[in-house]
Nanobody, 129 residues
Framework: QVQLVESGGGLVQAGGSLRLSCAAS????????MGWFRQAPGKEREFVAA????????YYADSVKGRFTISRDNSKNTVYLHLNSLKPEDTAVYYC??????????????????????WGQGTQVTVSS
């Protein structure tokens, strides 16, 4: 009943930028937090960034800190991920996710994919050398 749809992926050269969007549709709900994960071939799905409903708490993976920026527009039920200074190792399918459970103030739970209730289908980001 709840659908998350990612968009904005594509092919870019190293050093380039992209903006990913994740729009929620269907049954109305209020998520405590939304996050971005990514999965490269042969690797586990890994945490990228997360943001709470109010935007008061934001978390980033060390690998993207300083390069990626997460934000959300609650009026549009949309979360964004700005990817800057892209590197070939950023190549992956990027997924957005949402949780209705308060996760507290520790970053550990926000990074755990098992804490999220809803997932999008993903959007491909490919960074060439």
């Amino acid at each position: 009943q709840v659908q998350l749809v990612e968009s904005g992926g594509g092919l870019v050269q190293a050093g380039g930028s992209l903006r990913l969007s994740c729009a929620a549709s269907g049954r109305t709900f209020t998520s405590y937090a939304m996050g971005w994960f990514r999965q490269a071939p042969g690797k586990e799905r890994e945490f990228v960034a997360a943001i709470t409903w109010s935007g008061g708490w934001i978390y980033y993976a060390d690998s993207v800190k300083g390069r990626f920026t997460i934000s959300r527009d609650n009026s549009k039920n949309t979360v964004y991920l700005h990817l800057n200074s892209l590197k070939p190792e950023d190549t992956a399918v990027y997924y957005c996710a949402a949780t209705i459970t308060p996760l507290g103030y520790s970053a550990i739970r926000y990074k755990d994919r098992g804490e999220y209730d809803y997932w999008g289908q993903g959007t491909q980001v490919t960074v060439s050398s």
